[in-house]
């Protein structure tokens, strides 16, 4: 097993949702660890955070990209592909949170879910393969959630789109296992970022907090067992960054097409 600290040295990789959240999180653990990174983004303020805090890291470029776009992906890729020098490791965490009653959901809004989650995963993932074919170790780490395996009320539209990237991972990991590229998820739950930060934010329309009518007896399923210092309800990011880092890095040569939970155990 290589040195955690050294694990990415020589590695290029590229993340999108770089600019916030489990995104930026998993950036500064990647160049922590001698990476190459290159971070996307919609935000150009998200970006510039992620430099800032990364303290203008020689290591780390950034690109503009909406992933739901795929002109905007074609050439974020491409740039991202050129700028690193090629690709190792892809970790798609942008995406977006959005929570409602379910007949409150239009047909835009569970749309717009389904084609930044699930069609971003995909359209991101497909201009990366090329690249990906010539890297070393070559590693995918999608975002699914927990949500997709388990009830999570008012978040229907959400639920099936990282139901759908969960399925279209274990898919990928079969079609390409004899090219060696590797192909996993994770499942964050109870975890605080820009998508969960806005709990109760919203009242029936939708928005990145629940329903402020919503019926509170029906998240006891999901409350987390492992207790977190100050008694916060949510762990931070780098809870997620760390398990990202260990399946992007050829650490995890033996692991793909599955999900690893990162949860504190809500669904034991």
């Known amino acids: 097993m290589s040195s955690t600290l050294a694990r990415y040295t020589d590695r290029r990789v590229l993340i999108t949702g770089g600019g916030s959240g489990i995104g930026q999180a998993t950036v500064l653990r990647i160049l ?28 780390l470029s950034t690109v503009r990209m909406d992933v739901g776009d795929e002109a905007s992906v074609r050439d974020g890729v491409a740039e991202a592909v050129a700028a690193a020098g090629g690709l190792d ?4 965490a942008a995406g977006i949170l959005r929570s409602a009653h379910f007949v409150d959901t239009t047909l835009a809004d569970f749309e717009t879910i389904v084609r930044i989650n699930l069609i971003g995963t995909f ?13 070393n170790s070559a590693a995918v780490v999608n975002f699914s959630s927990t949500s997709a395996s388990f009830a999570h009320p008012y978040m229907s539209a959400y639920a099936a789109s990282k139901g759908g990237i969960q399925a279209m991972t274990h898919a990928l990991a079969l079609e390409f296992s004899k090219e060696r590229i590797r192909f996993n998820s994770v499942q964050p739950g109870s975890i605080s970022s820009g998508m969960t930060d806005g709990v109760g934010a919203s009242r029936q329309s939708i928005g990145p907090g629940l329903p402020a009518d919503m019926d509170f007896s ?10 977190l210092d100050g008694g916060a309800m949510f762990a931070q990011p780098d809870a ?29």
């Open 89 to 92: 490791t892809l970790v798609n």
């Open 123 to 135: 359209l991101v993932t497909r201009e990366s393969i090329p690249a990906l074919r010539q890297g």
């Open 32 to 59: 922590a660890e001698g990476g190459r990174v290159v971070a996307a983004d919609i935000s150009d303020a998200g970006l510039r955070d992620t430099v800032a805090k990364a303290g203008g890291h020689q290591h």
């Open 240 to 268: 997620v960054a760390s398990v990202v880092a260990l399946l992007g890095s050829p650490d995890a040569y033996w692991i793909t097409g599955t999900e690893v939970r990162v949860d504190g155990g809500t669904h034991m």
């Open 218 to 227: 029906l998240l006891g399923k999901i409350t987390s067992m492992l207790p």
